[in-house]
């Protein structure tokens, strides 16, 4: 039976700090790791620390264009440098104009883009990028840069894009709304087979069959059944193959 991984989730977030020891066990009951991906310092150090407590925790430290504003850039940087061996990947990393009320704001963030994106390079480490309303600023930056593998979280660009991002061959991960969402299935029907991850995203809240519950690492098989159909295939196929796809992201 293969291991699943759950490409992008929030696990040291405080929404899922009292239930930590149920989740461990509950990715070691349904076979799923996790890529967890930081935001800021706390959430980067709480990151390490889940890291420390479970194989399972893969820890992907970095800032999120919303925290940029944080002053936590060079401890963050020191942070990776110092622990560099027992991180996975640098992450929640990209652009976002959404978080920035002027271009000062938006020259920022890129500045801690091209710093995180720096230090993958030098430490030969994948990144996860969060690229909402700026793919095309992104895929204008990131040919700059070496870096051993690229995932595009959530991935919601136009079909052009999703083709210039399998030219690339960067990964692109879909989550729980693809169960909902027929633009996300169309785009996954469109996604070269070894180029897919998954992920929850956790804690966001989804609509529609979840109730706008916060997102779970057990909601990520209901992801593959979703992707095995889009995809005309069964659900151990694609098991194998997301758990090939990962090993690659992950240089393991």
């Not at 699943?4 to 899922?16: C, K, N, P, V």
């Not at 920022?108 to 993958?120: C, G, P, T």
């Not at 804690?203 to 209901?222: E, H, M, N, T």
Request: with cysteine.
């Amino acid at each position: 039976m293969s291991w699943l991984t759950d490409a992008h989730i929030h696990l040291s977030d405080d929404e899922f700090s009292n239930d930590l020891p149920f989740i461990i066990n509950c990715m070691n009951k349904l076979r799923i790791r996790a890529c967890c991906v930081s935001v800021d310092l706390q959430s980067s150090k709480r990151t390490l620390e889940l890291g420390k407590k479970s194989n399972l925790i893969l820890p992907f430290i970095g800032i999120h264009p919303e925290k940029v504003s944080s002053n936590d850039l060079e401890p963050v940087v020191n942070l990776i440098e110092e622990n560099s061996k027992y991180i996975s990947g640098i992450g929640e990393i990209g652009l976002d104009k959404t978080y920035v009320s002027d271009e000062i704001g938006f020259k920022n963030q890129e500045l801690v883009f091209h710093k995180m994106l720096s230090l993958a390079e030098k430490l030969k480490k994948p990144i996860s990028v969060h690229s909402r309303a700026t793919l095309e600023e992104i895929l204008s930056i990131l040919p700059s840069y070496s870096i051993s593998s690229i995932l595009l979280h959530w991935f919601a660009g136009s079909k052009k894009q999703l083709k210039t991002v399998m030219e690339r061959e960067y990964f692109v991960s879909y989550g729980p709304a693809m169960l909902y969402a027929k633009d996300k299935q169309v785009l996954l029907s469109e996604t070269s087979a070894e180029r897919i991850l998954v992920e929850t995203d956790g804690p966001v809240k989804f609509s529609r069959c979840f109730g706008y519950k916060v997102g779970q690492i057990a909601f990520l098989p209901s992801v593959v059944f979703c992707a095995a159909k889009v995809l005309h295939t069964t659900y151990d196929d694609i098991s194998n193959q997301l758990e090939q796809n990962c090993k690659h992201y992950l240089g393991v």
